[in-house]
């Protein structure tokens, strides 16, 4: 049986060959060649490493299999993070945001919110991560505040899967579905 596994964080191409659920060879990128685990997997990594036809294919894997990979991985991610209101300002009541972040693997999500670029740590409250049930994590965060005329109120979210955070700026004209 053959597996393989991508890491988009850091970019490794991990080939593994497994036998009764046993690593007996494996190809990491990072090495750039096998590396047998067994006595059949060392002599199998020995007869692979020295045809040069079987190692540039393997090593040319981060770039075709990974990166490719990792640029849809990306793409799908730039829809799951929402901004909407949550309360509107009347009286004496503030107006809260909500920023929702949702289809994250692995946990580890940082949502935080800043006002005309500078990161607001008052009026915060979020929740804790939560498992959807289908190994992907949401949170959701909530920003209580007052509405000043030209103000920018943005929500960051960042996540070991992402190369930068997404950064979603809060237009009260713009309809909720937007």
């Known amino acids: 049986m053959k597996s393989s596994y991508i890491s988009v964080i850091d970019m490794v191409f991990v080939d593994n060959y497994i036998f009764n659920k046993d ?34 294919q393997e090593r040319a894997e981060v770039d075709r299999y990974c990166k490719h990979n ?14 909407s209101s949550v309360t509107q300002a009347g009286g004496r009541h503030p107006a809260v945001l909500m920023c929702s972040a949702y289809r994250f693997y692995p946990h580890g999500i940082k949502v935080s919110w800043m006002r005309d ?18 190994w992907y994590y949401q949170i959701h965060s909530h920003l209580e505040y007052t509405p ?22 809060w237009d009260p004209s713009l309809p909720e579905s937007e």
Not at 30 to 37: L, M, R
Not at 71 to 76: A, G, N, V
């Open 117 to 134: 670029g500078a990161v607001v740590k008052t009026d915060v409250t979020s929740t804790e991560e939560m498992p959807n049930g289908d």
């Open 148 to 169: 000043k005329s030209g103000e920018k109120i943005s929500c960051a979210v960042d996540h070991a899967g992402l190369t930068k955070p997404i950064i979603i700026d």
């Open 70 to 83: 990792a640029e849809l991985y990306q793409s799908i991610l730039i829809s799951p993070v929402k901004l």
């Open 23 to 56: 690593v007996y060879i494996q190809f990491n990128s990072t090495v750039g060649e096998y590396v047998g685990y067994t006595a059949h997997g060392v002599y199998n990594a020995d007869l692979w490493n020295k045809d040069t036809n079987i190692l540039q």
